[in-house]
């Protein structure tokens, strides 16, 4: 995703350290009682979650089921730290990118009523917006209309700690050029979504949050989700955002009015609201068969709301199974649904931290462990000290290549306080110990493995996301 790729010039940082971290306290699973299930299933799942709460790593609801019951539901963590209030079942999480798939549900169920058609163009309906002649509204629904990212506008991120107006969102990207002609391409675009949110408003005469309510969550059977359109009101069970800090702790995390992401990511909900929406995908009360089975196809990045894999893909195991998956990631939050259409089996985590370690090892190992396959084992996350002399040896600078997110940046390793502490000229990471020599940031869970010489120097680094490394040459030591 775009935008996340833009966030991971950062992934090996966190937000500058203003005094000690101290750990947050985690509270122990909420559990709730699991329907009948291979025992070694549930207790697999279990196993391999237990370190990442133990060293948390792991702050929000997991549920997994399979044909439509839930087989295990466990919460971990805290609600809001500042109270000491657990996560639990009932905890609403904002969902982030994951409401994309509710605002596309709606436009298709406009054009099953025959009110719109994903032919025409926002022209139609925005006569005023630029382009928009050329742009039709499933260029918007698959990513490929050319707008610009309003995310990447700038001044956005101080745009967005202010609430606005749907119709202030898009006048802040309205005005800028194309990024490349309407339908030639795909490139990830929260634009396109506040533009569908309007359109939708525009069409049914409702605004965007009563639409949805009357014509999505009714019907879906949804009582615990809604739309956070208003940073006055008070949403009962809505978690607070958080994100690492430290070896184990937590702070709060930036602040974002979601005012802002109307349409793109404004929706909160729990995991067993979110189970229901997907059933009611699959059963036709919100969409007919015929359209679902037209549009929830393969798609080659984001399709209407949803990513369209084989497992094999997604998560590097050799017997595939299709999966569509809605994913979710912002200040706080990390939220995911991963629907296996053919196998029956739905793996939800909606987590109040914005480490993506629930969307990176955590939901593929679900899954491993469901289908019977070997799941990859946690990280050997180590807490303790490490000696003085070994944290020298890594000390100095280094540097990316021109294949990161940051081309060519360079950033400083050092030895503080038993740690090994990444510094750039803004923002500091102490990095996890996983062994000699390997090591884990906390904020986008990638893992960084150490390189030597044959002489057993320090010679650089290599930082892993999924599939993609990083290497970066030590150009100084210290």
């Given at each position: 995703m775009k935008r996340l790729l833009i966030v991971l010039t950062a992934a090996c940082t966190i937000l500058a350290v203003s005094g000690s971290s101290k750990s947050a306290p985690q509270s122990g699973p909420q559990s709730k009682p699991d329907a009948p299930v291979a025992a070694d299933v549930v207790s697999r799942i279990r196993d391999y979650l237990a370190p990442f709460a133990a060293t948390g790593n792991l702050s929000g609801t997991i549920l997994v089921a399979q044909n439509g019951t839930t087989i295990f539901e466990q919460s971990y963590g805290m609600a809001n730290l500042e109270w000491q209030i657990p996560n639990s079942s009932k905890t609403r999480y904002d969902l982030a990118s994951v409401s994309k798939a509710f605002t596309a549900a709606a436009i298709l169920q406009l054009q099953e009523q025959g009110r719109l058609q994903v032919t025409d163009t926002i022209s139609r309906y925005l006569p005023d917006f630029p382009n928009g002649d050329r742009i039709k509204l499933e260029n918007l629904l698959t990513q490929m209309s050319g707008i610009h990212d309003i995310n990447d506008v700038d001044g956005y991120d101080t745009f967005a700690r202010s609430p606005h107006t749907l119709d202030e969102t898009i006048a802040k990207f309205s005005g800028l050029p194309l990024d490349f002609p309407p339908g030639s391409k795909a490139s990830y675009s929260n634009s396109n979504y506040a533009l569908l949110a309007r359109i939708i408003e525009e069409v049914s005469g409702q605004s965007y949050a009563n639409y949805m309510a009357a014509h999505i969550f009714a019907p879906c059977g949804l009582q615990d989700t809604g739309a956070n359109h208003d940073a006055r009101r008070i949403i009962p069970s809505l978690a607070s955002g958080y994100e690492p800090f430290g070896l184990t702790g937590y702070q709060k995390a930036p602040y974002l009015d979601w005012s802002n992401k109307i349409g793109s990511g404004s929706l909160y909900s729990t995991v067993g609201d979110l189970l229901r929406f997907d059933r009611a995908l699959h059963s036709g009360k919100i969409l007919s068969d015929a359209t679902r089975d037209k549009y929830y196809v393969e798609g080659e990045e984001n399709t209407y709301g949803w990513y369209f894999f084989d497992r094999s893909e997604r998560h590097g195991f050799e017997s595939g199974h299709r999966l569509m998956a809605a994913k979710g990631h912002g200040p706080g939050f990390a939220a995911e649904l991963d629907d296996y259409p053919d196998d029956g089996v739905v793996i939800i985590i909606l987590s109040n931290s914005a480490s993506t370690v629930t969307q990176g090892p955590i939901i593929g190992a679900l899954a491993a462990i469901v289908f019977g396959d070997d799941a990859p084992k946690?990280?050997?996350?180590?807490?303790?000290?490490?000696?003085?002399?070994?944290?020298?040896?890594?000390?100095?600078?280094?540097?990316?290549?021109?294949?990161?997110?940051?081309?060519?940046?360079?950033?400083?390793?050092?030895?503080?306080?038993?740690?090994?502490?990444?510094?750039?000229?803004?923002?500091?990471?102490?990095?996890?110990?996983?062994?000699?020599?390997?090591?884990?940031?906390?904020?986008?869970?990638?893992?960084?493995?150490?390189?030597?010489?044959?002489?057993?120097?320090?010679?650089?680094?290599?930082?892993?996301?999924?599939?993609?490394?990083?290497?970066?040459?030590?150009?100084?030591?210290k």
């Open positions: 946690p990280p050997a996350l180590s807490l303790a000290p490490l000696a003085e002399a070994e944290l020298a040896a890594y000390a100095g600078e280094y540097q990316y290549g021109p294949e990161f997110f940051t081309p060519n940046e360079k950033f400083t390793l050092r030895s503080q306080s038993g740690s090994l502490v990444l510094h750039t000229a803004e923002i500091e990471q102490p990095l996890v110990s996983t062994g000699r020599d390997e090591f884990i940031e906390r904020r986008f869970f990638g893992s960084i493995r150490i390189t030597r010489d044959a002489k057993g120097k320090v010679t650089g680094l290599v930082t892993q996301y999924g599939s993609r490394s990083f290497p970066a040459q030590r150009i100084q030591s």
